[in-house]
T-cell receptor, first 117, second 118 residues
Framework: AQTVTQSQPEMSVQEAETVTLSCTYDTSESDYYLFWYKQPPSRQMILVIRQEAYKQQNATENRFSVNFQKAAKSFSLKISDSQLGDAAMYFCAYRIGPYNQGGKLIFGQGTELSVKP | GAVVSQHPSRVICKSGTSVKIECRSLDFQATTMFWYRQFPKQSLMLMATSNEGSKATYEQGVEKDKFLINHASLTLSTLTVTSAHPEDSSFYIC??????????????FGEGSWLTVV
């Protein structure tokens, strides 16, 4: 069975600085999708970034980028130029198949990110 | 705007009663929807897969007689918490993906529903 592990329950970053959130996973599949979601106090799940395992290039979305290490089964999220609005709970997630039946996700434990002004 | 909508966003019910939460896909038809539960300061735990026109598939440890899931149409799945108890108080959230190739890449979440059982 697939598992997702986030070993940092809390992280803190100074505004405008860079922070990296860690995520490791375990799977026997060769092709899969990984996601980072942001959950602010409103509890709305907001997609931050998505990585397809067959793509070697790391995904990037503006200030957000990932370091995807497939062999090590690691999927860390880097937030550059941190802003106060980045403060939230961040979840790493693994999508399990079959792919023609929607997106079922397994989530990590979450990392609470605080941004200091 | 939201493409997956949940209702109600907050509900309070008395212990022993049942409460229904709706999850609607607004812009697409979804043969499959997913229900998650989230306790305070914890992660989302998958409860079940809602399948249009057939029985839901429950994750291990989830009581199917307590958490009734009905997916009667391609745009609506409902979660009914039966004989609710205070320990059922939680945040419930659904998700769905548009059909088609690569649909599993695009996952939309509802706004979530807070259930408080008193």
């Amino acid at each position: 069975a697939q598992t997702v592990t986030q070993s940092q329950p809390e992280m803190s970053v100074q505004e405008a600085e860079t922070v990296t959130l860690s995520c490791t996973y375990d799977t026997s599949e060769s092709d899969y999708y990984l996601f980072w979601y942001k959950q602010p106090p409103s509890r709305q799940m907001i997609l931050v970034i998505r990585q397809e395992a067959y793509k070697q290039q790391n995904a990037t979305e503006n200030r957000f980028s990932v370091n995807f290490q497939k062999a090590a089964k690691s999927f860390s999220l880097k937030i550059s130029d941190s802003q106060l609005g980045d403060a939230a709970m961040y979840f790493c997630a693994y999508r399990i198949g079959p792919y023609n039946q929607g997106g079922k996700l397994i989530f990590g434990q979450g990392t609470e990110l605080s941004v200091k002004p | 705007g939201a493409v997956v909508s949940q209702h109600p966003s907050r509900v309070i019910c008395k212990s022993g009663t049942s409460v229904k939460i709706e999850c609607r896909s607004l812009d697409f038809q979804a043969t499959t929807m997913f229900w998650y539960r989230q306790f305070p300061k914890q992660s989302l735990m998958l409860m079940a897969t809602s399948n249009e026109g057939s029985k839901a598939t429950y994750e291990q440890g989830v009581e199917k007689d307590k958490f009734l899931i009905n997916h009667a149409s391609l745009t609506l799945s409902t979660l009914t918490v039966t004989s609710a108890h205070p320990e059922d108080s939680s945040f419930y959230i659904c998700s769905a993906s548009p059909p088609g190739q690569g649909s599993g890449n695009t996952i939309y979440f509802g706004e979530g529903s807070w259930l408080t059982v008193v």
